[in-house]
């Protein structure tokens, strides 16, 4: 086969054209920008003098902004486009960077937070209608699932980097040499995604509806798995933010070992992104979606379990294949939110999950004041009612309903 042609089929089995290049390009960027610190914000704000509750608060926020940041921005993107809305998406990031950078106290980088954590939050909607837009249905997954791996690149290197920078330079000094790169980055996202172009029969609409009419207009496919989306939320935000300080604190890891956990887990997903890709777009997505929530309930699980570094790896793993059915998961949201409010769709239903699951901040915190073990069991026990519910519905729903 000659070598053109050899392309031409990778780049069409991959899921590869003009606009979905440029998202990989600016998603690497982006995870280098975020990875080399955003981890290791939980010590960083120890280290400040936050207390348990202003660290609580932090990953309540982190949780909050996923999802009312979701919903403007898919607003944003049915309306300007593409390009505008991802660039402008980053600019706030690097106004965040920079404030975080001139903060001397930790309420400082509760506050910053508001701009820093914005790309991820706003552009998700915009990420998944670029896919939509510009791949047919059959390769959704796919798409999703490149992205997915690629992504995690920077979250394998990023951490290992950054938790070197902690110890040299200690976490405080450490954190701020990380963000100054991020800003650097983040710039030159924002030249990269500047050369998307707005995929053919795409138009951005001006038309408006309501948050509650949108919502009502979910299926109730897209109904069901939201449900089942919040205790599984639930169930991963209510250690979210202790692990680090669990490993860190009461195991005795240094920040070098933490990041080479974060590789792990994400080595672990990149390996069964793409395989899993390929089989639920050809297979359907609901086994993949069921197997997902059951490794989302089995990493506290295995917290629990964890005390050395050995029995964290294994953890960590477990923690990776919760990944296993995303690529399912998100191709049926993207499936389930049609044009020409694709972007609105999918940010309504990533602001009522994730409104209710900030909540799950504040339990993990109240659970970890009685013990980390207190903590772990809870999650396990959302996590698992959240996965036999959502078993249990997949057999009583049509899918075409």
């Not at 998700?124 to 490149?146: D, E, K, N, R, Y």
């Not at 005795?252 to 994400?266: K, N, R, S, Y």
């Given at each position: 086969m000659a070598p053109a042609s050899l392309a031409k089929?990778?780049?069409?089995?991959?899921a590869l054209n003009r606009n979905t290049s440029i998202?990989?390009?600016?998603?690497?960027?982006?995870?280098?920008?975020?990875?080399?610190?955003?981890?290791?914000?939980?010590?960083?704000?120890?280290?400040?003098?936050?207390?348990?509750?202003?660290?609580?608060?932090?990953?309540?926020?982190?949780?909050?902004?996923?999802?009312?940041?979701?919903?403007?921005?898919g607003l944003i993107t049915d309306r300007w486009g593409l390009r505008k809305a991802l660039s402008f998406f980053t600019l706030l990031s690097v106004a965040g960077y920079s404030w975080l950078l001139l903060s001397p106290h930790w309420a400082g980088v509760l506050l910053s937070s508001f701009l820093f954590l914005s790309w991820t939050s706003f552009s998700?909607?915009?990420?998944?209608?670029?896919?939509?837009?510009?791949?047919?249905?059959?390769?959704?997954?796919?798409?999703?699932?490149?992205q997915a791996t690629l992504k995690r690149i920077p979250i394998i290197l990023g951490p290992i980097a950054g938790g070197m920078l902690m110890d040299h330079f200690g976490i405080i000094r450490g954190t701020r040499l990380g963000v100054m790169a991020a800003v650097a980055l983040a710039s030159l996202t924002i030249a990269v995604q500047w050369q998307i172009q707005e995929a053919p029969g795409r138009c951005p609409t001006s038309e408006r509806i309501s948050f509650w009419r949108s919502a009502r207009s979910f299926s109730l496919p897209l109904r069901r798995l939201l449900l089942s989306d919040i205790l599984v939320r639930f169930c991963e935000r209510i250690p979210y933010a202790w692990v680090i300080l669990y490993a860190m604190n009461?195991?005795?890891?240094?920040?070098?070992?933490?990041?080479?956990?974060?590789?792990?887990?994400?080595?672990?997903?990149?390996?069964?992104?793409?395989?899993?890709a390929y089989l639920s777009d050809r297979y359907g997505r609901e086994p993949f979606i069921i197997a997902t929530f059951v490794f989302f309930t089995l990493f506290p699980v295995s917290l629990f379990l964890a005390h050395s570094f050995r029995a964290l790896a294994v953890a960590f793993v477990i923690r990776g294949l919760k990944e296993f059915g995303e690529t399912a998961r998100k191709s049926l949201i993207i499936q389930l939110s049609p044009e020409p409010r694709r972007?609105?769709?999918?940010?309504?239903?990533?602001?009522?999950?994730?409104?209710?699951?900030?909540?799950?901040?504040?339990?993990g915190a109240a659970l970890w004041n009685i013990s980390p073990q207190t903590n772990f069991i809870g999650a396990a026990a959302v996590g698992t009612a959240g996965t036999l519910l959502y078993a249990w519905t997949a057999r009583r729903t049509p899918p075409n309903e």
């Open positions: 089929n990778l780049a069409s089995f991959f998202l990989l390009a600016a998603l690497v960027s982006m995870g280098f920008a975020e990875e080399l610190w955003m981890r290791f914000l939980p010590k960083y704000l120890e280290s400040l003098g936050a207390a348990v509750w202003a660290i609580g608060l932090f990953d309540a926020i982190k949780t909050w902004i996923g999802a009312v940041y979701a919903y403007p921005g998700l909607p915009a990420t998944f209608s670029l896919i939509g837009s510009s791949l047919v249905a059959s390769q959704h997954a796919m798409g999703i699932g490149v009461d195991l005795g890891l240094t920040a070098t070992q933490f990041g080479i956990l974060t590789g792990i887990e994400m080595a672990t997903a990149i390996a069964c992104l793409i395989p899993v972007g609105q769709t999918i940010g309504t239903y990533y602001l009522i999950r994730d409104c209710l699951a900030t909540g799950a901040a504040f339990l």
